[in-house]
């Protein structure tokens, strides 16, 4: 079965550059305008890695991928005319995988893509993801009813509380900052939320001891952040 790559990019040139050097290596690509296009086919589609213009029509690219990160970890490579340092520090902080600079050679990014898909060991369907973590896990996420269960018991979560558990889930192991986690729950992020994010964590770890008083599956790692322990 062909590997399926989301291309979401405004300028049919581009695009039909990309969609020749994809197909000339196996791939099926899929072709989406704007940011509305592209959401809609990553949940209609199963989609193993998306290409993303920064500068789309209806939306910023940086914008669009923290949307994405909200319900699956398909590999996002950046594609962009910007050349500053801040912005592939910034698109690699939010979740990007990659980031390419246009112009560019279609062979690199075929190579680049190929790499990508190597090194990700994260299921591309959120569906998948979650099952997999379900086996894992004494955590279980419905995404659907946008509820998460700590063995067996549906916990009662804010909405901010939801995003930032369920963005510490999605890699265990992993550590966020504040500000990641920040990123990751609100949608206008404010720096002087930061402090608010361990104000939530604080909640939360309250909300799981009452299931289980002698676990902490929240750890702390004094002076970067939060993450919850790949080994439960």
């Given at each position: 079965?062909?590997?399926?790559?989301?291309?979401?990019?405004?300028?049919?040139?581009?695009?039909?550059?990309?969609?020749?050097?994809?197909?000339?290596?196996?791939?099926?690509?899929?072709?989406?305008?704007?940011?509305?296009?592209?959401?809609?086919?990553?949940?209609?589609?199963?989609?193993?890695?998306?290409?993303?213009?920064?500068?789309?029509?209806?939306?910023?690219?940086?914008?669009?991928?923290?949307?994405?990160?909200?319900?699956?970890?398909?590999?996002?490579?950046?594609?962009?005319?910007?050349?500053?340092?801040?912005?592939?520090?910034?698109?690699?902080?939010?979740?990007?995988?990659?980031?390419?600079?246009?112009?560019?050679?279609?062979?690199?990014?075929?190579?680049?893509?190929?790499?990508?898909?190597?090194?990700?060991?994260?299921?591309?369907?959120?569906?998948?993801?979650?099952?997999?973590?379900?086996?894992?896990?004494?955590?279980?996420?419905?995404?659907?009813?946008?509820?998460?269960?700590?063995?067996?018991?549906?916990?009662?979560?804010?909405?901010?509380?939801?995003?930032?558990l369920l963005a510490?889930?999605?890699?265990?192991?992993?550590?966020?900052?504040?500000?990641?986690?920040?990123?990751?729950?609100?949608?206008?992020?404010?720096?002087?939320?930061?402090?608010?994010?361990?104000?939530?964590?604080?909640?939360?770890?309250?909300?799981?001891?009452?299931?289980?008083?002698?676990?902490?599956?929240?750890?702390t790692r004094r002076?970067?952040?939060?993450?919850?322990?790949?080994?439960?």
């Open positions: 079965m062909q590997q399926k790559i989301l291309i979401i990019e405004d300028e049919p040139a581009i695009a039909d550059t990309i969609i020749y050097a994809l197909k000339t290596e196996g791939f099926e690509p899929v072709w989406c305008t704007t940011g509305k296009e592209g959401k809609s086919c990553i949940e209609s589609n199963h989609i193993q890695l998306i290409i993303l213009d920064i500068g789309l029509p209806d939306t910023n690219g940086f914008d669009l991928c923290k949307e994405i990160r909200k319900s699956t970890n398909i590999p996002v490579i950046f594609l962009t005319a910007r050349t500053d340092e801040i912005d592939r520090v910034v698109g690699l902080e939010i979740g990007g995988d990659d980031y390419v600079v246009k112009p560019f050679s279609p062979r690199e990014l075929t190579a680049r893509i190929k790499a990508v898909l190597r090194r990700s060991s994260q299921s591309p369907h959120p569906r998948d993801n979650t099952a997999k973590q379900q086996k894992e896990s004494p955590f279980h996420i419905d995404s659907d009813r946008m509820c998460i269960s700590y063995f067996g018991v549906q916990l009662e979560l804010s909405r901010y509380e939801y995003k930032i510490l889930l999605k890699h265990p192991g992993r550590v966020f900052s504040r500000e990641q986690l920040m990123n990751s729950a609100w949608d206008v992020p404010d720096v002087s939320l930061e402090r608010t994010v361990d104000t939530h964590i604080k909640t939360i770890r309250n909300k799981l001891r009452s299931i289980k008083p002698d676990l902490d599956p929240i750890e002076g970067f952040g939060y993450c919850i322990r790949a080994e439960q």
